[in-house]
């Protein structure tokens, strides 16, 4: 037999990118998907804490005692005071955001309990000064949402650097608010 001359029949075969490309195409499909889940979850815990410092302020936050107050320079209208608290309520909501992102409210369930109990504060603060005149009631609420508002920072840190550092801004201007109070309850 001619077994020496005989040659091993080989199939020639396609290169495997078409395999490599549905694996990729997978990958890309998994992350939009999760991208839009991201971006979901996102709107959601902006949208509901803006709609309800939104009522609050439509609620509470008139006040003619305010509005004859003489302020000082570094008190703003109540139009500015508000869209502050605004806009502190949407930077700490995506400061939330940020630490339920990476997964910090399922390790550690106090960093949630403080979150929203600072929260629930600084909604409480207009009922309280603008609507009740409660003034010494207002500054140990803001005092309540600064020492929060620590706390937060605090326990971000551990979770996030950059929720950590969104929320100081926060902090500075829920400290203004415990100034405003201050200067109201000495008038």
């Not at 992102?101 to 309280?128: C, M, R, T, V």
Request: net charge positive; with cysteine; glycine share 10%.
């Amino acid at each position: 037999m001619d077994t020496q001359n005989l040659k091993q029949r080989t199939t020639r075969q396609e290169p495997t990118t078409t395999n490599d490309e549905s694996v990729r195409g997978a990958g890309q499909k998994m992350k939009r998907t999760m991208a839009k889940r991201g971006l979901k979850s996102l709107s959601i815990a902006l949208t509901i804490p803006v709609i309800l410092t939104l009522t609050n302020i439509y609620m509470f936050g008139t006040s003619d005692n305010y509005k004859l107050f003489n302020r000082p320079n570094w008190v703003p209208p109540i139009w500015a005071l508000h869209m502050a608290c605004l806009g502190s309520a949407s930077l700490l909501c995506l400061c939330g955001w940020l630490v339920w992102a990476e997964g910090g409210f399922h390790k550690n369930p106090n960093i949630a309990g403080l979150y929203f109990g600072q929260f629930g504060l600084s909604l409480l603060w207009d009922l309280l000064m603008f609507k009740l005149g409660a003034n010494w009631a207002g500054l140990l609420v803001a005092v309540g949402v600064c020492y929060g508002l620590y706390q937060c920072y605090r326990a971000f840190k551990q979770v996030s650097d950059i929720a950590a550092d969104l929320v100081l801004p926060c902090l500075g201007w829920s400290a203004l608010l415990g100034f405003i109070s201050l200067k109201f309850m000495l008038n």
